[in-house]
């Protein structure tokens, strides 16, 4: 069961990001950001009840989900969103799914951990992709190449995010709560966010667009507990590294599905299989 969930949950995570590239196309980031993180928080608050005591949320450990929560899926998705407006899909998702080169790093920076060969060559693997995905030739439409730290930006929230998370289930062991409560501190984080940008006037939702993008939530946040019940079913070294794949499967559909809006390069195909090799090399240590 736990190999079902994980493609399971990459498969939703690939879909979602074909979704909201089409969204993107008559809206924009912050706004595909809000309407995912609604969702994701609405639905994990109603399961909230049925599954976690709701003493557990009176601990003080519950501070690292809120701040693991402004990072991501607040900051991490919303940048997320931004590196798939401003670059595409096939640049942006491999990028961000290398958040655990920067989760290692802190490991090895704050915790004590050390690197072994595995790690090294999974970090200059990673390097290599990202390079090449930012030397690589335009998807249709103009971008700037320094646009790709969006999407290094949003892994390195991310990052943050999972380290702050798992300091804080090494206090309370409370999966769901955790990610309801990250999921919570997202949707605020994005809402002010939204505010700041002139409230309803930055909303950009067309009928069209509002269709992509609440589909997109729909898949996100199935593969958001997808992902809960694989590493409730299996361990972490399985789970993690299916579903890091899921760049695979978004480049995948992306030349099939997207082939309007974005050229699938063969120098992009080497880049993005550099990241994921790269990634799955580190966390499957």
């Given at each position: ?60 450990a ?10 991501a ?7 997320s ?90 206090l ?20 002010v ?14 009928r069209?667009?509002?269709a992509?993008?609440f ?28 579903i ?42």
């Amino acid at each position: 069961m736990d190999i079902y969930f994980s493609f399971q949950a990459a498969l939703c995570f690939s879909i979602a990001h074909i979704l909201i590239r089409r969204g993107l196309v008559q809206s924009n980031a912050i706004t595909g950001s809000f309407i995912s993180l609604s969702m994701t928080a609405a639905v994990l608050w109603l399961l909230v009840p049925f599954f976690v005591p709701l003493s557990e949320f009176w601990r003080p450990a519950v501070l690292f989900f809120l701040v693991a929560g402004v990072f991501a899926p607040g900051i991490g998705r919303t940048l997320s969103y931004v590196g798939i407006e401003r670059i595409g899909v096939a640049r942006s998702v491999p990028i961000v799914n290398s958040s655990p080169i920067f989760a290692s790093v802190f490991a090895v920076v704050f915790l004590g951990e050390i690197w072994v060969v595995q790690n090294i060559v999974g970090t200059l693997l990673v390097i290599s992709g990202v390079v090449l995905l930012s030397v690589a030739k335009p998807a249709k439409g103009e971008w700037r190449k320094a646009d790709i730290i969006f999407p290094i930006l949003g892994a390195l929230a991310f990052a943050v995010s999972t380290t702050l998370r798992k300091a804080g289930l090494s206090l309370v062991d409370i999966p769901l709560g955790a990610a309801a409560i990250t999921a919570a501190a997202g949707f605020v984080f994005s809402g002010v966010l939204l505010q700041a940008q002139g409230g309803r006037k930055a909303l950009k939702l067309s009928r069209n667009s509002a269709a992509w993008l609440f589909s997109a939530g729909i898949f996100n946040t199935a593969a958001l507990l997808s992902v809960f019940f694989a590493l409730s079913y299996g361990k972490v070294v399985i789970v993690e590294p299916l579903i890091s794949s899921n760049p695979v499967l978004t480049l995948l559909m992306t030349a099939i599905f997207l082939k309007d809006l974005e050229v699938i390069s063969l120098r992009v195909v080497i880049g993005a299989l550099l990241t994921v090799g790269g990634t799955i090399l580190v966390v499957t240590l």
